[in-house]
């Protein structure tokens, strides 16, 4: 059973920042992608980031290109999200992924921007 630790959401004031961690277990986490997705109240769940299994490739949603950076280290079954420069409209729960391959979910993190 795949299992799923979020944490680093929180409260930030726009043009803030924060770093969102996600420890996977419960699979071969260094051979499959994983990435962040993100909904906000009301709206359908939207693609934030993913990285391939050895970080050779990144993909970014236009809406946080230049801002979100997604890394993760294998040694730590972990994945990062740092997100700098934030607004009000990443505003949403963030929930990571692993596709192994059926897609698996975590439970989420809410991050709020607001002053």
């Known amino acids: 059973q795949v299992r799923f630790v979020e944490s680093g959401g929180g409260l930030v004031q726009p043009g803030g920042s924060l770093r969102l961690s996600c420890r996977v277990s419960?699979?071969?986490?260094?051979?499959?992608?994983v990435g962040w997705y993100r909904q906000a109240p009301g709206k359908e769940r939207e693609f934030v980031a993913t990285?391939?299994?050895?970080?050779?490739?990144?993909n970014y949603a236009d809406s946080v290109k230049g801002r979100f950076t997604i890394s993760r280290d294998n040694a730590r079954m972990t994945v990062y999200l740092q997100m700098n420069s934030l607004k009000p409209e990443d505003t949403a729960v963030y929930l990571c992924?692993?596709?192994?391959?059926?897609?698996?979910w975590g439970q989420g993190t809410q991050v709020t921007v607001s002053s």
């Open positions: 992924y692993i596709d192994n391959p059926a897609r698996n």
């Open positions: 990285v391939s299994a050895r970080s050779t490739t990144t």
């Open positions: 419960g699979t071969f986490f260094s051979i499959y992608p």
